[in-house]
Structure formats: structure tokens, C-alpha cells
């Protein structure tokens, strides 16, 4: 059995929540980096992050759903975003959003296009095939400042596998409701 209506937008506005997240942490990891390369790979990606937010609110809207309706995901993935953002290293920055962060939401994505209806949720398909297609271009980048910041290591090698234990301890994204919580606009 698919989805309901209310769940699909529901789905959509939790990647939406993730999008706006990332591109607020990448936001105000810029001042506070010292690295020119990293910087400029943060830049590139907050703007990606702003188009991934603004296709997925402007589909959620097109499901019932208000326009650019936002959902947090659960608690528990919300709490290892929260923890990415407050990363003060370079290195540990960008292995949790290259490494961790963004392989698991990639995953996301697609486990929501495998389970999909290719016909019934074609405009949603083609949203997050259109930001699928972002994630090879950020392992590129963020290969070539790697190579070119080569100086940046570290400081705690666990970091980041303690970080992907606690995206991979979430099965479920998307935050249950019950049949009263409702934003999703009748027909």
C-alpha cells in the first residue's frame, strides 16, 4: 500500500526541513572557517541547499499541503543535525556533512524513489531525482578540496563514525502524527 497524500507531503517536507537545515548550518560554518577552498565549497552548496528547500516547498504545496510546509524529522536525527551544526573544526565539518550527513540523506532520497509510484508521484519523482542529481557534484568538490587542503585533518577520527551511528540508529524519518494534526488542506 502507497502513501497517503498527507504522507507524501509529509516525506517532502522533511527532506525540505533537512535542505533548510544544512543550508543554515553551511551558512554559519562560512564566517567561522579559515579556510578559503572549504569556504567556497560551503558557499557553492548553501545555494544548492536553497533550491533543494524552495522545489521541495513549492511540491508540498502542489500535495495540500501549505506552500514550503516544513516537518522536522524525528527527534533523534534532528539532535545529529543539531550536533553537525555545532562542530567548530574544519575537518570534522566536513567529513560529518560530506561523509555522514549526506550519504545517509542521499540513501533517504532514494529509498523514497524506490517506493514510489511512478506514475501517481511523477512531480515528486522528478523533484528528488533533481536533487539526487546535486549529490556527485559534492563528493567531487569536496574530493578536490580535500586534495587541496590536504593540511586539514581531524583532531578526533571518531567524530564522524559516532555521528553516522546516530543517523543510522533512525529507521524512520519522517515524524508520525496523529489523524489531528493535520496541515494538509482538503479538497
Not at 60 to 69: G, K, S, V
Request: glycine share 4%; aromatic share 6%; proline share 5%.
Amino acid at each position: 500500500m502507497g502513501l497517503t497524500i498527507r504522507e507524501k507531503a509529509d516525506t517532502l517536507a522533511t527532506f525540505r526541513f533537512a535542505s533548510v537545515h544544512l543550508m543554515e548550518t553551511l551558512a554559519q560554518w562560512v564566517p567561522s572557517t579559515p579556510e578559503l577552498e572549504v569556504k567556497t565549497l560551503f558557499g557553492r552548496h548553501i545555494w544548492d541547499f536553497a533550491q533543494h528547500a524552495d522545489i521541495l516547498g513549492k511540491r508540498t504545496a502542489e500535495l495540500r499541503a501549505a506552500l514550503h510546509y516544513t516537518r522536522p524529522p524525528v527527534e533523534q536525527y534532528r539532535l545529529a543535525l543539531d550536533a553537525l551544526r555545532t562542530e567548530s573544526r574544519t575537518a570534522e565539518r566536513l567529513a560529518g556533512m560530506y561523509d555522514v550527513i549526506l550519504p545517509d540523506l542521499e540513501e533517504r532520497y532514494r529509498r523514497t524513489l524506490d517506493a514510489a509510484d511512478r506514475l501517481l508521484d511523477e512531480p515528486s519523482i522528478r523533484v528528488l531525482e533533481r536533487i539526487l542529481g546535486d549529490f556527485p557534484r559534492w563528493r567531487t568538490d569536496r574530493q578536490a578540496v580535500a586534495r587541496e587542503r590536504a593540511d586539514v585533518a581531524q583532531e578526533d577520527p571518531n567524530w564522524p563514525a559516532r555521528l553516522a551511528g546516530q543517523v543510522r540508529a533512525v529507521k524512520e524519518l519522517v515524524d508520525s502524527r496523529s489523524g489531528a494534526d493535520t496541515a494538509v488542506q482538503p479538497v
